[in-house]
């Protein structure tokens, strides 16, 4: 199978909501996303639990967990690409649906304009 082209939401300003989150993370949760990341790059959308989930509306999480803390990046397709919209750490029984909300929000705007909603790190 192919790789999956993996790119980073970017917000109006050139901001990169994953990445700021990520700077705010230990090493060790860093590099486990970034491992999650990497599977993703490798198995797209058949990718399944326990690294990824299907939450709603077409937006997906990938899920890493270390020291009892739940890290969540969630990320849609997009013409064969994984967009990754942004991490959270989840501390109930699912995401909130506030942030679901806010990976449709990003999946929206990056649909009608891809090259002002792709990080350019």
């Known amino acids: 199978m192919p790789e999956t082209e993996i790119e980073l939401f970017a917000e109006k300003g050139g901001s ?8 705010t993370l230990p090493p060790k949760a860093q590099d ?9 790059k490798e198995m797209g ?5 326990p690294e990824a989930d299907y939450l709603r509306d ?5 899920r890493a967990a270390l020291r009892g803390i739940q ?3 969630l990320y849609f397709f997009h013409s064969k690409k994984g967009i990754i ?3 959270l750490i989840k501390t109930g029984d699912e995401v909130p649906p506030k942030d679901i909300e806010l990976a449709i929000d990003r999946k929206e705007k ?12």
């Open 110 to 121: 990056y649909e009608k304009d891809p090259l002002k909603h792709t990080f350019r790190g």
């Open 32 to 40: 486990k996303c970034i491992v999650k990341i990497e599977r993703l």
């Open 45 to 49: 959308h058949e990718l399944r639990r």
């Open 16 to 23: 990169c909501p994953l990445l700021e989150w990520m700077d």
């Open 71 to 73: 890290y969540r990046i």
């Open 85 to 87: 919209s942004h991490g």
């Open 58 to 62: 077409k937006i997906y999480e990938l």
